[in-house]
């Protein structure tokens, strides 16, 4: 079956990296999401990653996939305050533009 | 701007009363979605409509119900059937269109629905 699981919580240093991992078990998914929550908020999309590539960079963004171990993680450089949230890993199974989520890391980040 | 809008951003139903969530969209886009989001879970699908007058269940359909009359709206009604609707909920669209082959999901800001 269809199953995303995370870490639910991640707790750093201001200006340390943040690594949130994910695995998935649907090795037909096409592609893999990350989004952010703030409290009160909808989803904000981050960023997505392909399924035929390693790693995207975007920005402070470092995405890796590691499709033998369905193992995805998302890193953060020199994590803000800013970035406390909660951060949803997200694939794309099904034929249709169906996304199952894990249950989300709360990323704590404090001075 | 172009976005998606949910109204109201807080509800509250008495026993037995049905509610209707609001989501409105200006990004033309084909696709929408409901999810609900209860504390310390992901998202969970309720429905889902990829055209104008078409919808689907999702995982967890029972007790809610929906309409895609125009392509920029897609209501959810929250029935007296569903006996556990304290949730944050949330609506999204995306595009369908090949071209953007990664299509992501893009979400209102929410709807907190508490029982009176």
């Known amino acids: 079956g269809e199953d995303v699981e995370q870490s639910l919580f991640l707790s750093v240093r201001e200006g340390d990296s943040s690594v949130i991992n994910c695995t998935y078990t649907?090795?037909?998914?096409?592609?893999l999401y990350w989004y952010k929550q703030e409290p009160g908020a909808g989803l904000q999309l981050l960023t997505y990653?392909?399924?035929?590539?390693d790693m995207k960079q975007d920005q402070r963004l470092t995405v890796l996939l590691n499709k033998k171990d369905k193992h995805l993680s998302l890193r953060i450089a020199d994590t803000q305050t800013g970035d406390s949230a909660i951060y949803f890993c997200?694939?794309?199974?099904?034929?249709?533009?169906?996304?199952?989520f894990g249950a989300g890391t709360r990323l704590a980040v404090h001075p | 701007d172009g976005g998606i809008t949910q109204s109201p951003k807080y509800l509250f139903r008495k026993e037995g009363q049905n509610v209707t969530l609001s989501c409105e969209q200006n990004l033309n886009h084909d696709a929408m979605y409901w999810y609900r989001q209860d504390p310390g879970q992901g998202l969970r699908l309720i429905y889902y409509s990829q055209i104008v007058n078409d919808f689907q269940k999702g995982d967890i359909a029972e007790g809610y119900s929906v309409s895609r009359e125009k392509k920029e709206s897609f209501p959810l009604t929250v029935t007296s059937a569903q006996k556990n609707p304290t949730a944050f909920y949330l609506c999204?669209?995306?595009?369908?269109?090949?071209?953007?082959?990664?299509?992501?999901?893009?979400f209102g800001d929410g709807t907190r629905l508490s029982i009176l």
């Open positions: 999204a669209s995306s595009t369908e269109l090949p071209q953007v082959s990664y299509q992501p999901q893009h």
């Open positions: 649907d090795s037909s998914s096409t592609y």
């Open positions: 990653i392909f399924s035929n590539m």
């Open positions: 997200a694939e794309r199974a099904g034929g249709y533009n169906k996304l199952i």
